[in-house]
């Protein structure tokens, strides 16, 4: 079946350095990615987004890279702080409502001072 | 502009009663959609609204349910709990809920059934 799913569930660290989160994807006409950061206790939070027309797109400290051949997303965080702290994950968006939306299952990233 | 809010942010009940959870989307947003996160199962979708009227609904029992008013504030409903209903239920918003559009979370309710 189609899913969305991160390579791997935790990630740690060290302060300063830049973080690196992927996220891969299974059909290939999905054309709209979100990556969500989501803090203990709290709900996700919208990061940032991608279309499939666009192969990068950067916002503050946080960069995302869409390869539409081996359907393959990543989020980097440059000079990752401990506020970065957090459950991070992609969301494909496809078709016309919420119900089509498919979340990764998270990538825990932990920073080590 | 204020965000998604959810109330109440955390409650306690004990199976066989029934809750309910209100959603107030970001203000203009229309859409508005319900998940419930669990650690196991992850996000999993309950329903959309849009419109007072509901579009789309999730593989969930008929002990889940929603509604939605005119001023686009939602509320889901869930009767006869059991335990397995214990879990952060998040609302998000966004304008249309077209796929087109990001959706917005509230920060959930943490249900606890006891």
């Known amino acids: 079946g189609e899913s969305v799913g991160l390579h791997l569930p935790t990630l740690s660290v060290q302060e300063g350095d830049n973080s690196i989160i992927n996220c891969a994807y299974s059909?290939?006409?999905?054309?709209?990615f979100i990556w969500y950061k989501q803090e203990s206790g709290k709900g996700p939070q919208f990061i940032i987004d991608?279309?499939?027309?666009?192969d990068k797109r950067q916002g503050q400290r946080v960069t995302v890279l869409l390869n539409k051949t081996v359907k393959h997303l990543s989020l980097q965080i440059a000079a990752t702080q401990p506020g970065d702290s957090a459950v991070y994950f992609c969301?494909?968006?496809?078709?016309?409502?919420?119900?089509?939306?498919?979340f990764g299952s998270g990538t825990r990233l932990s920073i080590r001072p | 502009k204020a965000g998604v809010t959810q109330t109440p942010r955390y409650l306690i009940k004990t199976r066989g009663q029934q809750v309910t959870l209100s959603c107030s989307p970001i203000?203009?947003?229309?859409?508005v959609s319900w998940y419930q996160q669990t650690p196991g199962q992850g996000l999993q979708f309950l329903f959309e609204y849009f419109s007072e009227t509901q579009r789309n609904k999730g593989n969930f029992p008929g002990r889940f349910s929603g509604r939605q008013f005119s001023n686009s504030r939602s509320e889901m409903n869930v009767s006869t709990l059991e335990l397995g209903d214990s879990a952060l239920y998040l609302c998000?918003?966004?304008?249309?809920?077209?796929?087109?559009?990001?959706?917005?979370f509230g920060d959930g309710t943490r249900l606890s059934i006891l």
């Open positions: 991608i279309r499939s027309n666009m």
């Open positions: 059909n290939s006409a999905s054309d709209y």
């Open positions: 203000s203009g947003h229309r859409s």
């Open positions: 969301a494909d968006l496809r078709g016309s409502s919420a119900s089509k939306i498919i």
């Open positions: 998000a918003s966004s304008l249309s809920g077209h796929s087109n559009q990001p959706q917005h």
